[in-house]
């Protein structure tokens, strides 16, 4: 079933501090949301460039300022994670985590770092330079901080291996693969397979971004645990509707240890030093029926869940909505989840109970009151 039996639940860094997450702004989030731990909330992830020592907002940065070591392997910034120092890496920051009963992970980009390319870099088990595995060509559309790695080439396994096993003995349990799934470059990210099963750790390999191809959902399964079905998500409802068409096209290929990933939920307090949009700090924008419409469609879809709003921050009406173990439970106990009915701006989803019986869900994306009646005539619905 792979390492994440149950869609991951948790927090990640980037919605609310984008490129800049600090070690002492990731213990404080992890400690504000242990006690939700009870409630499935267990992931910490730390987003992206946590080696650029002077991020700048959106992390838009030339590779040569990250911290790598000799073998061209990219360390956390020890300015931003100070316990990284003496070639600790991030196995001080992931043990404080772990103590308080939580998972630890971060974001890598695909490929190579173009700096230690450039530096002549050479793996640490194999007799190869990084030169000779990199592919120029492969480089991201949207960040130039890498190049790809030729999977035909003998060492580029290598190569993953060397960051995977080092990635493992740092205490990574969640490795978010960025630049893998749109496009998705299906031979080096089997590469990054591979590395994970031979690396005598269970890490949950989620890819991004969105959206991923749905005709290649055998692919997807069959390599990553965790892919996103759509572009990020952010806080407004024009953009929560487009995703209920989605989830309802992955529905049928989530399960079983495999997860369609609708994205973030941006909820609570957002944009800290993030500003994506130019919106810059603020609480969600989507209205208290609009989180719930959110929450509803990504539990009952059983997409990740992964809180992107703070949780230092956290405010009790979300805090409750976060903690609602009765409306969290077809995350973890449903199956064959599916859209049922749809009619004009009413949507109908069902998701059957583990243990018998099953939910139902139904959503008005209209801005006026409707009824569903004449929808679920058939369905016994308690409230």
């Known amino acids: 079933m792979g390492a994440a039996p149950t869609p991951p639940m948790g927090w990640n860094s980037f919605d609310c501090y984008g490129s800049s997450v600090t070690e002492a702004e990731v213990i404080a989030e992890a400690t504000a949301m242990a006690p939700l731990r009870a409630h499935g909330w267990d992931h910490v992830i730390v987003d992206y460039q946590w080696y650029d020592p002077e991020p700048n907002p959106l992390g838009w940065q030339h590779a040569p300022r990250f911290a790598m070591d000799a073998h061209g392997r990219l360390q956390p910034a020890e300015n931003r994670f100070p316990s990284a120092a003496g070639g600790r890496g991030f196995a001080p920051l992931a043990a404080r985590v772990h103590a308080l009963g939580l998972k630890f992970g971060f974001h890598i980009l695909r490929g190579i770092p173009r700096a230690a390319v450039a530096l002549g870099c050479r793996l640490p088990n194999a007799d190869a330079t990084l030169e000779q595995i990199a592919d120029p060509a492969a480089t991201c559309a949207w960040n130039i901080d890498m190049v790809g790695a030729r999977p035909d080439h003998p060492a580029a396994q290598a190569w993953y291996d060397a960051i995977v096993g080092q990635y493992a003995a740092w205490g990574c349990d969640y ?9 998705f470059h299906a031979a080096e990210v089997a590469l990054v397979r591979r590395a994970i099963d031979g690396c005598g750790r269970a890490i949950t390999l989620s890819l991004s971004p ?24 952010w806080d407004t409802w024009d953009e929560l509707k487009r995703q209920f068409d989605l989830c309802a096209q992955w529905a049928p290929h989530t399960g079983d240890g495999r997860w369609a990933d609708a994205d973030m939920l ?36 059983r997409s990740p869940l992964m809180m992107g709003g703070s949780f230092v921050h956290l405010d009790p009406w979300t805090r409750a909505l976060l903690s609602n173990d009765e409306a969290l439970a077809p995350l973890a106990h449903g199956r064959d989840q599916r859209e049922i009915a749809r009619d004009g701006s009413r949507r109908v989803w069902r998701s059957a109970a583990v243990e018998g019986g099953a939910w139902l869900a139904l959503f008005n994306l209209s801005d006026t009151p409707t009824r569903f009646s004449d929808v679920s005539a058939d369905a016994k619905v308690r409230d």
């Open 266 to 301: 941006p909820l609570g307090h957002l944009a800290i030093r993030n500003p994506e949009h130019g919106l810059g700090e603020r609480d969600t924008r989507l209205s208290r029926d609009e989180q719930v419409a959110l929450m509803t469609l990504w539990v009952i879809a």
């Open 210 to 233: 969105g959206p991923a191809p749905l005709d290649r959902v055998a692919e997807l399964r069959a390599l990553a645990d965790c892919w996103r079905i759509s572009a990020d998500y």
């Open 175 to 183: 490795l978010k693969l960025d630049d893998a799934s749109h496009p």
